[in-house]
């Protein structure tokens, strides 16, 4: 199924494994897929915050916000090979991937910006946590 509409993939591009995914998308994507650092934004024009952007993936779809796992199957839909990637919403899966991506997304943000409190707009600047 080809997607007609414009999406906007919002990713932390001081993740390694963001990056690398995002990079991969790049190469398969159409152009209705447009990728965006979530660190190249300014800070008056992330909306949500900044911080909102980085616990999870956002795509932004006309005025619709899909996030998480429903941000990413709709992201590579954009690619030859996102029929491939429906299997993680079907009902019997689905629950479970969004529960292991909840986890590991919830980590992954708490590894690299700290406790995961969402703060004023220096949010963005990785931090040194401490292992937990």
């Known amino acids: 199924m080809i997607i007609q509409q414009m999406d906007t993939l919002y990713f932390d591009g001081a993740c390694p494994l963001c990056n690398k995914e995002m990079a991969h998308l790049a190469r398969l994507k159409d152009e209705l897929l447009t990728l965006v650092d979530i660190h190249s934004l300014p800070d008056t024009q992330a909306s949500p915050n900044k911080a909102t952007l980085?616990?999870?993936?956002?795509?932004?779809?006309?005025?619709?916000?899909?996030?998480?796992?429903?941000?990413?199957?709709?992201?590579?839909?954009?690619?030859?090979?996102?029929?491939?990637w429906q299997i993680l919403r079907w009902p019997l899966i689905r629950a479970l991937v969004d529960w292991v991506y909840k986890h590991w997304a919830r980590r992954r943000f708490v590894r690299l910006y700290g406790t995961g409190i969402p703060c004023a707009v220096d949010c963005c600047e990785p931090t040194q946590s401490s292992s937990q």
Do not use: Q, S
């Open 54 to 84: 980085l616990e999870v993936l956002h795509l932004k779809r006309g005025d619709t916000w899909l996030t998480g796992v429903e941000a990413n199957v709709a992201a590579w839909r954009h690619t030859r090979i996102g029929v491939m």
